[in-house]
């Protein structure tokens, strides 16, 4: 799915290109020359989560999936937001922010070494799982007019990560109950692609690729993110929206927070309101 989605976007950034030399330009969408944007809408992703925690003493963690070994909900919905500001005519600034939250409970049907605690088979489990995303992009526009523009930049993912497992636990024949959780930010920088295309006054299409591959500090990985928009502006100052988007990402850590792995994806689609000015 990853590859027929990356060969959409930059089959889109090709075609889009292409059309530029051959129709006539829009009239003028407001979203080509506004000096700001903000959008809000919501998010509808489906996540798969596989996680790991090693102990203090450097045991190995069991690499869980938190939808099928600990009964998380694949869907969710969450609000989300972005901020564009087009510093000059070429050069913009992208701010965006969201966050997943969730938690479950199950019964596990395999032994879980998590940190320094061990749930064996049966064990009731509470879990939770949180992730902020936050993104900081600038980019240059190397091709623009009144209604196609084509640009890179780069920027940096902040991805903060919340994992907690609770529930009883056999130390020396007693039974207890303990939790433990692993938690740190990974700064991601990336590099990225993106276009738009109004094809009139009043609808545009957008689309962007996002990626990193590298050894930052305590964090050893690499990230993909790629999303597809469509915008009707349906007033001067304000448009709705669908987009789709999708990310992966597969991190090593070896920090005071946390030793592990985590390997993320999600994907969906999201609608959300423009205000431009």
Do not use: C
Not at 162 to 188: F, M, Q, R
Request: hydrophobic fraction near 40%; charged fraction near 20%.
């Amino acid at each position: 799915m990853f590859g027929n989605i990356m060969r959409f976007n930059f089959l889109l950034i090709a075609v889009l290109f292409s059309i530029s030399t051959q129709l006539i330009a829009a009239s003028g969408h407001p979203l080509m020359d506004s000096t700001f944007q903000a959008s809000f809408g919501a998010f509808f992703p489906k996540s798969n989560t596989e996680f790991s925690l090693d102990s203090s003493t450097g045991r190995i963690g069991t690499t869980i999936d938190f939808e099928d070994d600990l009964g998380f909900d694949e869907h969710s919905t969450l609000p989300f937001a972005t901020f564009d500001w087009r510093i000059t005519d070429r050069v913009k600034l992208n701010l965006e922010y969201f966050e997943i939250d969730r938690d479950s409970k199950a019964q596990i049907e395999k032994t879980i070494n998590w940190g320094d605690l061990t749930f064996d088979t049966g064990a009731q489990v509470k879990a939770k799982w949180d992730v902020s995303v936050a993104r900081i992009f600038l980019g240059y526009s190397f091709y623009k007019n009144t209604n196609i523009e084509l640009g890179a930049g780069g920027g940096i993912h902040f991805m903060y990560f919340d994992a907690k497992l609770s529930g009883d636990v056999s130390v020396n024949g007693n039974t207890l109950h303990a939790e433990e959780k692993a938690d740190g930010i990974a700064p991601l920088p990336n590099i990225g692609i993106y276009g738009k295309y109004a094809f009139t006054d009043k609808w545009l299409v957008s689309s962007r690729v996002d990626w990193f591959g590298a050894e930052i500090g305590d964090y050893d990985g690499d990230l993909w993110s790629v999303d597809a928009a469509i915008q009707y502006q349906a007033f001067e100052n304000v448009g709705f929206g669908l987009n789709y988007r999708f990310l992966d990402l597969d991190i090593d850590a070896d920090s005071s927070d946390w030793t592990g792995n985590v390997n993320y994806q999600y994907h969906g689609p999201s609608v959300f309101m423009t205000v431009n000015f």
